[in-house]
């Protein structure tokens, strides 16, 4: 499973279908930067905060993947910052391709129209290795434990942690008594620290504009 998949899941209500938290702002960042760093593993793309890099045009078999990074090489950005605010434009669009796989691979289901459901079934280990609706469980156990993280996990906790979408995850007491962990782990990986911080940026600079 693709972090892009992962984020959405991680903002979607298990019972509704809909998305959890403030809508519009933190999910779009957050797939945003989610969708950047899956290119950024596949070798699609090199960035930092300062640049962007095109490396690779060619498709990595994921249908939001392989859309976002033609948009990427039709019109280049100059960094990381500005391919994130052209990824967050799309968001509509990206986040109902990631929808429309996870119910085309059996992870979610279609209710009623458009409402997307979690089924509340397990899925075996070659599709994630966990239950859909265990995200947040698995980052739970990350920050209350005290393993090392594998660096997909790590990745999805700095991202979370950036839009915001960490009290989805944990109460208010728990992320108050766990924030040298959070920050440790936000940490660990460099792909984490360069795109988590523009997006906690982006995210704070709307948020003091007042977007939505």
Not at 27 to 50: K, N
Request: aromatic fraction near 2%; glycine fraction near 8%; charged fraction near 25%.
């Amino acid at each position: 499973m693709i972090l892009a998949e992962e984020i959405v899941l991680l903002t979607l209500d298990e019972a509704s279908g809909t998305t959890r938290g403030r809508q519009g702002l933190a999910a779009s960042l957050a797939l945003a930067g989610a969708v950047m760093m899956d290119l950024s593993l596949h070798g699609r793309i090199d960035t930092d905060r300062d640049a962007l890099l095109l490396p690779s045009g060619a498709p990595t078999g994921e249908a939001v993947l392989d859309d976002a990074l033609l948009a990427l090489s039709l019109d280049p950005p100059r960094d990381s910052r500005a391919a994130l605010l052209l990824m967050a434009r799309d968001d509509e669009t990206r986040r109902a391709m990631v929808l429309d796989g996870l119910v085309a691979r059996g992870f979610l289901r279609r209710d009623r129209g458009s409402i997307l459901r979690l089924f509340s079934r397990r899925y075996p280990a070659n599709d994630a290795g966990v239950a859909v609706a265990e995200v947040r469980t698995r980052l739970r156990a990350l920050v209350m434990g005290n393993d090392v993280p594998e660096p997909r996990d790590a990745l999805l906790l700095s991202l979370a942690r950036a839009t915001g979408l960490l009290p989805l995850i944990f109460s208010a007491d728990e992320l108050a008594a766990h924030q040298e962990r959070l920050a440790l782990l936000a940490r660990m990986e460099a792909l984490g620290r360069s795109l988590g911080e523009t997006v906690a940026e982006l995210y704070s600079t709307r948020l003091r504009a007042g977007g939505t």
